[in-house]
């Protein structure tokens, strides 16, 4: 039994206990676009899985050879249900597979299955159509685009592996309360990065199973269509709150140690960024700047951050639009005289 253990062990380079009967596992594709992910196991005789990962063969039986694992060295415990943190597509992309050839009970909430139902309910769901979507693309534009989006179609389940999920097996509730053996998690929803994100939390360990919300080095992307700005500050003020909160595991990087200290400087980071676009905005001649303009002034466009970094600057204008801090004037952004800090 000893040899069999070292043997699946061996096969998952990123795997790791991190909290008895918690089980950390890495998903590191090859392909740059795509970053790695945390799935964590929460084991018992009715185990859970939280989140998905990729749909690609590796990454599919990373997954099995960690189950093979877990359930070697406890005869007791058997991994029985997935659930979904949010539905991007690192984190959902392996369902399918794992429901099949894992025989994992598929758990979703409401919004969730609306989203990654099929092909057409997630390009849907992910159709770009803010404020300024609407402001600054032409027909011209979105005609040019059209060779790029089909690529980016086609390209889009070999990057990372997507099966869509028609029938979930199980429909949860933010709020509702999951046990695995004794132990009660409570989903807490936490829409910000994502709208239907949810997190997973166990006051008495003081564990959250954060998802992409709060990161130990690194800031969660926000960007559009599904990313709100207010209602992630709102998640991240929602943490704080929690009692006994003593780590977070996060969907990316290693754990967080000290979360509450983390979150804050999160949410002093996002003011920070808020009150600069503000500033830029608010000061520039003329009465007002384009948004291209903008863009170029915080990622010049050598910038290799600049396609990341223009999801968070529309995120940030929309907030400050319905604050009315901004307003358009033409194709020009305006700023509103306002006290920025009576806004964060």
């Keep these: 039994m000893h040899r069999i253990e070292s043997e699946i062990k061996m096969k998952i380079k990123n795997f790791k206990e991190v909290y008895p009967g918690i089980f950390r596992i890495v998903e590191q ?3 740059r676009v795509t970053p790695p992910i945390n799935l964590y ?5 009715d185990g859970l899985l939280f989140d998905g990962g990729y749909g690609d063969d590796v990454s599919i039986q990373i997954v099995g050879d960690a ?6 060295i406890n005869k007791n415990w058997r991994i029985t249900r997935v659930l979904l943190s949010h539905t991007h597509p690192d984190h959902f992309a392996g369902l399918r597979r794992l429901q099949q050839q894992y025989h994992l009970t598929i758990m979703l909430t409401e919004p969730m299955t609306h989203v990654i139902a099929n092909r057409k309910s997630y390009i849907h769901a992910n159709k770009e159509d803010g404020v300024l979507k609407k402001r600054y693309s032409t027909i011209q534009q979105r005609l040019a685009a059209l060779p790029l989006e089909f690529f980016y179609q086609k390209m889009f389940k070999k990057l990372y592996g997507i099966q869509y999920v028609p029938n979930p097996d199980i429909i949860v509730s933010p709020h509702d309360t999951i046990t695995v053996d004794n132990t009660k998690w409570k989903i807490i929803p936490g829409p910000g990065h994502c709208a239907d994100h ?3 939390y166990n006051k008495e360990q003081g564990i959250l199973f954060g998802g992409d919300n709060v990161l130990r080095s690194i800031y969660t992307w926000l960007g559009p269509p599904r990313s ?3 209602a992630y500050m709102q998640t991240l003020h929602s943490c704080l709150q929690l009692p006994h ?4 595991l996060g969907a990316h990087g290693k754990p967080v140690a000290n979360p509450k200290q983390r979150i804050e400087q999160i949410i002093e980071y996002r003011k920070s960024r808020t009150k600069q676009i503000y500033s830029i905005i608010a000061n520039a001649p003329n009465g007002g700047i384009t948004f291209d303009r903008l863009m170029n002034m915080m990622y010049p466009k050598k910038n290799g951050h ?3 970094g223009r999801g968070w600057i529309i ?3 929309e907030y400050l639009l319905n604050k009315n801090a901004l307003m358009f004037q033409d194709k020009k952004i305006i700023a509103n005289p306002v006290d920025i800090n009576s806004l964060l």
């Design 315 to 317: 995120v940030t204008i």
């Design 198 to 200: 949810i997190m997973l």
């Design 245 to 248: 909160l003593e780590c977070i």
């Design 228 to 230: 709100d700005l207010q």
């Design 306 to 308: 600049r396609w990341l």
């Design 41 to 45: 196991v929460i084991a018992g005789s």
């Design 67 to 72: 189950i093979d694992y877990v359930q070697s």
């Design 29 to 31: 594709r090859s392909l």
